[in-house]
């Protein structure tokens, strides 16, 4: 799989060609995003992209402390993309589309929040520690939204359902179309 050069901060600075990047990054591994947009069929897509399943989960009732709203899990034989249900179902298509951002930049998933949703009452910093687990950075985030972003558009919809609103701040933004 063909990755892009990772965005510095320099870059940041031009959404537009984080933006082109995205696109760019999902052309040249030939990714067709389904239109209309369904989560599920971009699951399937990735999953054929990857040569491995990509399984779609609600996110655990404990998790939903507004901590978490959407988790990918990499693990030996899968990759699982959680999703918290009671969020709205334009907001599942994007957080689907975010954590499927994370996993085509070729950002590092982590078992850990796995333990902390499927295991909430182990202390997780002591397994922080000794795992030496980071977050995200702000730039893969920047990464996964914006891949979202363009997934979203590429399915040839305003997203029905979102917030109003949203295309005044895509403009705002220099994002194109949203």
Avoid: K, Y
Wanted: glycine fraction near 6%; proline fraction near 6%; charged fraction near 25%.
């Amino acid at each position: 799989m063909r990755r892009p050069r990772a965005a510095g901060p320099e870059s940041q600075a031009h959404l537009g060609d984080l933006r082109r990047r995205c696109e760019q990054l999902l052309d040249d591994n030939g990714i067709v995003v389904p239109s209309p947009f369904d989560r599920h069929a971009l699951a399937a897509a990735i999953a054929r992209h990857r040569r491995r399943p990509v399984t779609l989960r609600d996110l655990p009732a404990p998790s939903r402390s507004g901590q978490h709203s959407g988790l990918w899990v990499h693990t030996a034989t899968q990759d699982l993309i959680f999703v918290d249900p009671t969020r709205s179902s334009w907001e599942q298509d994007h957080i689907t589309a975010h954590e499927v951002g994370h996993m085509l930049w070729g950002h590092e998933a982590s078992d850990v929040d796995l333990g902390e949703i499927l295991l909430p009452d182990l202390d997780m910093t002591v397994v922080r520690a000794m795992l030496g687990r980071h977050d995200f950075t702000s730039d893969q985030e920047r990464e996964a939204e914006m891949m979202a972003t363009v997934i979203i558009d590429r399915a040839g919809r305003a997203a029905p359902g979102a917030p109003a609103g949203l295309s005044r701040v895509a403009s705002a933004l220099a994002l194109d179309d949203v």
